[in-house]
């Protein structure tokens, strides 16, 4: 029997040719996932609310187009995309990263910090991947990939926020349900569930001291994820790597979720 493979792994990952919308790039993960995506040759749409920062992340990676929008409001995913199109022509990647918490103990109680987490969290992401399916159907090929958490698949204790872990729980749940809906039309959708990664949102934690030895405690390699940790998996759903695989949420948690 004769088998046929890629002369290398690295054959199939490359993007050239290829548009890409990252939401929430204006620091952090999403940061990092507009930038290493530009490095593998797509061209990358960043969005974010801080044009600013978005501004700097393009100033030495010529295939990053700044754009600002804020994703829970409808009237800046509709113009960010009409721009996107214009200036592209299609999109091929969506990954959809923006996401806030409810701001702590006090806060994780409180109705209106619920529903602004399910606004960013899951509305916009919801609406924003069916906005972009759309072109992605009539080309007949695309990949969403959904940026979940661990704590959409276990509880947060000791940190308390009941309306993030809801809304990552609902996201792997979407995750799912539009995979599914999607395959035959070429649209895959997948989701990274991210463990313990130093972010703005975690911001306070990683600074102190107390917590970060409780949390190398806790983690079976003993420390926190680095953000290059979360590269090889980035690419390979945003790849042809990935041409069979859907609705899929991966953790890269260090095996917390498997404890």
Not at 10 to 37: C, E, M, N, Y
Not at 79 to 105: F, H, P, Q, W, Y
Request: aromatic share 6%; hydrophobic share 45%.
């Amino acid at each position: 029997m004769t088998v046929s493979v890629p002369e290398t792994t690295d054959a199939r990952l490359p993007l050239g040719g290829r548009v890409a919308i990252v939401t929430g790039a204006s620091s952090g993960l999403g940061a990092r996932f507009a930038a290493v995506l530009a490095e593998a040759g797509a061209q990358v749409v960043a969005c974010a609310r801080r044009i600013d920062r978005l501004e700097q992340l393009a100033a030495s990676r010529p295939q990053i187009v700044p754009m600002q929008c804020d994703v829970s409001d409808a009237g800046d995913r509709e113009a960010m995309l009409a721009r996107a199109l214009e200036l592209t022509g299609s999109i091929d990647i969506l990954v959809n990263n923006a996401g806030v918490s409810s701001g702590g103990n006090g806060r994780q109680t409180q109705l209106d910090a619920f529903s602004r987490v399910f606004a960013v969290n899951v509305e916009a992401v919801f609406a924003l991947s069916q906005m972009v399916a759309t072109h992605m159907f009539e080309q007949g090929s695309g990949a969403v990939i959904n940026i979940s958490s661990m704590f959409g698949q276990v509880a947060s204790t000791p940190v308390s926020d009941a309306p993030y872990g809801a809304s990552k729980s609902a996201i792997n749940g979407l995750t799912r349900e539009l995979a599914n809906q999607w395959a035959a039309r070429g649209v895959r959708v997948n989701a990274i569930a991210p463990g313990w990664f130093a972010t703005e949102m975690n911001s306070g934690l990683f600074a102190d001291e107390r917590a970060t030895n409780w949390l190398a405690g806790q983690c079976p390699m003993g420390r926190a994820g680095h953000e290059h940790e979360l590269d090889g998996v980035l690419l390979f759903l945003a790849s042809d790597a990935s041409s069979y695989c859907t609705g899929q949420v991966i953790a890269v948690d260090d095996g917390w979720t498997i404890r």
